[in-house]
């Protein structure tokens, strides 16, 4: 399980700094940042949205495994294990079945950003620009998502995704289980990390550094002694970029 989870990992990070790097095609990516980043919103001239969407979740999809499977992969092992305590048949097949659940969860968070991120381009705001929100927006949600990290709320989550063992002591054997299971665990993965990920598309979800602090942070403080500090340490860090963030719009006006 650890062979088969380490060569995924490699492969759709690979992928993924190969689809950040270069253009998707099919997709009008001609106008890009300062930084190089393309926008993945809209389809080709004379294309279909729904051949944008596809593509969208062609890329997505790794990119999420690349992203999350990192902090998720020990819960899944957790799992695992609990399955093979309690004597279940095919424990790698189930184990299986959750991360499939997992993902199948993150794809239908791609189909809301898509739909999302599709809008606010077609609305004509951002016509002419590559990423999602304007400036003002992009510092906006960076300096919430940095709050967020510092709340309550952030860090009940957080214990929450960091209790597998207890949620695991009695693990329900099954295919139908196995998937509510990780379709559970990406519900409260997305909780947790929710506000990382906003901070994430705000600035750019083409921008691989980005991408590479955001995978950082969510699994250090998910797999990391500590995890609530390291959590409030990234907030920390959240605001001090959103604040640098509005701090240049506010020079250019």
């Not at 499939?100 to 002419?128: C, D, K, N, Q, R």
Request: aromatic share 6%; charged share 10%; proline share 6%.
């Amino acid at each position: 399980m650890h062979g088969v989870a380490i060569g995924l990992f490699a492969a759709s990070a690979w992928l993924t700094a190969t689809m950040a790097s270069a253009p998707m095609q099919g997709h009008e990516l001609s106008v890009h940042d300062a930084a190089g980043v393309a926008t993945p919103w809209m389809p080709a001239p004379g294309g279909r949205r729904l051949d944008a969407a596809v593509a969208f979740l062609a890329m997505w999809s790794p990119m999420m495994v690349a992203m999350m499977l990192p902090a998720a992969y020990p819960e899944l092992w957790k799992y695992h294990r609990a399955l093979r305590i309690g004597h279940a048949p095919n424990p790698n097949r189930l184990a299986a079945v959750a991360g499939l659940g997992y993902l199948a969860y993150w794809t239908a968070v791609g189909i809301a950003v898509f739909v999302l991120g599709a809008a606010a381009m077609a609305s004509g705001t951002h016509h002419h620009a590559p990423d999602l929100l304007p400036s003002p927006l992009v510092a906006g949600v960076v300096l919430a998502a940095g709050v967020i990290q510092l709340t309550d709320w952030k860090a009940r989550c957080l214990a929450l995704c960091r209790a597998a063992p207890q949620r695991h002591a009695h693990a329900v054997p099954g295919v139908h289980s196995a998937w509510v299971h990780g379709l559970r665990h990406g519900l409260h993965c997305s909780l947790c990390s929710g506000a990382l990920m906003a901070a994430w598309l705000a600035v750019g979800m083409m921008d691989l550094q980005a991408m590479v602090l955001v995978t950082i942070a969510i699994t250090a403080e998910r797999v990391l002694p500590g995890g609530g500090r390291v959590a409030r340490v990234s907030g920390a860090a959240l605001i001090a970029t959103g604040l640098v963030l509005l701090g240049q719009v506010v020079s250019r006006t």
